[in-house]
């Protein structure tokens, strides 16, 4: 009798966890007693950024009525990864991505959830880098990094991002912004499961190819779109082509971050392509043939989306087109 009394106060705690199938509201009742299936989560994207400023002014600013982040990371609490501030839902809209496109869709706070990490950044402004003036960069300490990482792979999971939705602000701003910089530990990420990272035999093979034949700044400007930069092909370095190159740079490549279009940079964009969107080469000129390599050293588990279904069967063009109405300061 007692087992039978505790297994039916089980079953009313459990309903009463589960909350009522019919709910009353102001002026209407909801039932839910039927759920469909046939949906998803609306984050698409994972975005990166530093604060360019201390754990205080980052906590002032990013609470305040300007902009905001779902997740900040401070630094290191005593060597140790340090708790992270969870600042907005992720069900929630955060301010941080601002003007923003990346693989098609634009204004990426309607689909993205946003990471500050507390971090100084350069010490030069913004113009004077983007002028090429060589700036040292702050160092992000291995516990942050490991909070961060641990923070990702759990985003990452469940909300189903794909590899190369995982970016940095100046990716998908690159013509205003710049963080996470070049010192950000991107390739350590990748080992982790986290974000994209070209494979170097491929970077080999298409760097002597594109050195006996270099492409023109076009074809280029083709292979940077389909990468996911707002970048439109006019065979002219304008601005918008230096500030993405200047972006994918400081992360496949951060030694050298001019945004320049050589060899090496078009090298590690084809070899990236080629790994994560093999559908896209067809910006190969038809003159060089595909690099090939055994196939012992092709990673068979990475997945590549489908760009048309990947927006969901229903609208393959409907993507989010939502002025965001930020303030200037964004957090460089």
Request: aromatic share 6%; net charge neutral; hydrophobic share 40%.
């Amino acid at each position: 009798m007692h087992k039978l009394v505790a297994i039916l106060m089980l079953g009313l705690g459990l309903g009463a966890c589960a909350g009522p199938a019919v709910e009353q509201r102001d002026g209407y009742s909801v039932d839910h007693r039927h759920s469909a299936t046939s949906h998803s989560s609306r984050v698409r994207s994972l975005v990166i950024h530093y604060t360019d400023a201390d754990e205080a002014d980052s906590l002032r600013t990013l609470t305040g009525p300007r902009v905001s982040s779902h997740y900040l990371i401070p630094p290191p609490r005593n060597g140790k990864p340090p708790p992270v501030y969870q600042l907005v839902d992720e069900t929630r809209r955060a301010w941080h991505a601002g003007a923003s496109s990346w693989a098609g869709r634009e204004n990426l706070n309607d689909t993205s959830v946003g990471i500050e990490v507390v971090n100084t950044g350069p010490d030069h402004r913004f113009v004077d880098i983007e002028a090429g003036l060589k700036a040292s960069w702050a160092p992000f300490p291995d516990a942050q990094i490991t909070a961060l990482i641990a923070l990702a792979q759990d985003i990452i999971a469940r909300h189903g991002i794909e590899t190369t939705a995982v970016v940095s602000h100046a990716e998908i701003a690159p013509t205003r912004k710049i963080d996470p910089g070049p010192a950000f530990p991107w390739q350590r990420l990748h080992a982790a499961g986290i974000g994209p990272w070209p494979d170097p035999a491929r970077v080999a093979c298409y760097r002597r190819r594109f050195e006996k034949a270099p492409l023109p700044l076009g074809s280029l400007q083709r292979a940077l779109a389909e990468w996911g930069f707002a970048v439109t092909p006019s065979g002219v370095l304008d601005n918008t082509t230096r500030g993405a190159l200047r972006a994918f740079q400081m992360r496949y490549r951060p030694t050298d971050y001019r945004g320049l279009a050589d060899t090496e940079s078009m090298a590690i964009l084809w070899a990236l392509l080629a790994e994560y969107r093999p559908e896209t080469l067809s910006v190969r000129p038809a003159t060089a043939p595909p690099c090939r390599w055994p196939a012992a050293n092709l990673t068979t588990s990475r997945h590549v989306p489908d760009r048309i279904t990947d927006f969901g069967p229903a609208n393959a063009s409907g993507l989010a087109r939502h002025e965001s109405g930020l303030a200037r300061h964004e957090l460089l």
